[in-house]
């Protein structure tokens, strides 16, 4: 279901931000008439209809950070200013490259490899990271990723709050074709460990696989 169809359901939660892999760009929703509540943007891709969006609230300033580098596609460096706050995203939603052999996460290392230079503690790094040490062919890549981002301090949230290793996740946040017998853990939010969330949440499938196949992950810094 297109990203519009979801601003009800969406801004029910009472976002600041919101990170939305496959999402159509605001003058796409533009010309669909579409009214988002969400009136602060960045959103990069070559497909209006499919990119990456990341959306705030009035009062909240995001700018594509000057290092941003298209040749990792769908993947954003975002500043985030407030009036009481500052901090940078890196937002993710990872494809694959076009060599055969390539997986979705060696596409994030060398992604993390350029723009973790230096990576700040105040950073989070977040989205669909479309990895998992449960698939064959890039769960080795996966472990790196956690592996690399540990060295800086960085750990995923839900397994840091969970006491949780990935891949023995039992709540998910994708299902393919919607199917719930067929869940993934995919999509990640990872801090500095000098920071400790309010509160950090999972969409429930119940009331979010008639809208994606994706739940969302909620965090209250």
Same mark, same amino acid.
Do not use: C
């Given at each position: ?93 990872? /494809? %694959?490259?076009?060599?055969?052999? &390539?997986?979705?996460? $060696? +596409?994030?290392? !060398?992604?993390?490899?350029?723009? @973790? ?62 199917? /719930? %017998?067929?869940?993934?853990?995919? &999509?990640?939010?990872? $801090? +500095?460990?000098? !920071?400790?969330?309010?509160?950090? @949440? ?20």
């Amino acid at each position: 279901m297109a990203f519009r169809h979801k601003f009800t359901v969406l801004a029910a939660l009472n976002p600041d931000i919101l990170v939305i892999p496959e999402s159509e760009s605001p003058a796409f929703l533009q010309a669909k008439k579409a009214v988002m509540p969400w009136p602060n943007h960045v959103w990069i891709g070559k497909n209006p209809a499919k990119g990456l969006g990341i959306f705030a609230r009035d009062g909240i300033r995001l700018k594509l950070k000057r290092n941003h580098d298209p040749a990792h596609r769908f993947i954003a460096p975002v500043n985030v200013t407030s009036a009481d706050d500052a901090f940078d995203l890196l937002a993710f939603w990872t /494809q %694959a490259e076009k060599r055969q052999s &390539d997986s979705y996460v $060696a +596409h994030s290392l !060398r992604a993390l490899d350029h723009y @973790a230079k230096p990576l700040k503690r105040s950073t989070l790094l977040l989205g669909d990271f479309n990895s998992s040490p449960v698939f064959k062919q890039n769960g080795k890549h996966h472990v790196e990723l956690v592996r690399q981002l540990a060295r800086r301090g960085f750990s995923s949230l839900y397994h840091r709050l969970n006491d949780r290793e990935h891949g023995s996740e039992p709540d998910a946040t994708f299902w393919l074709h919607r199917n /719930q %017998a067929k869940p993934y853990h995919l &999509d990640y939010i990872f $801090a +500095h460990t000098t !920071r400790t969330p309010k509160s950090f @949440a999972l969409g429930d499938p119940d009331d979010w696989l008639h809208l994606s196949d994706h739940a969302p992950l909620i965090l209250d810094l």
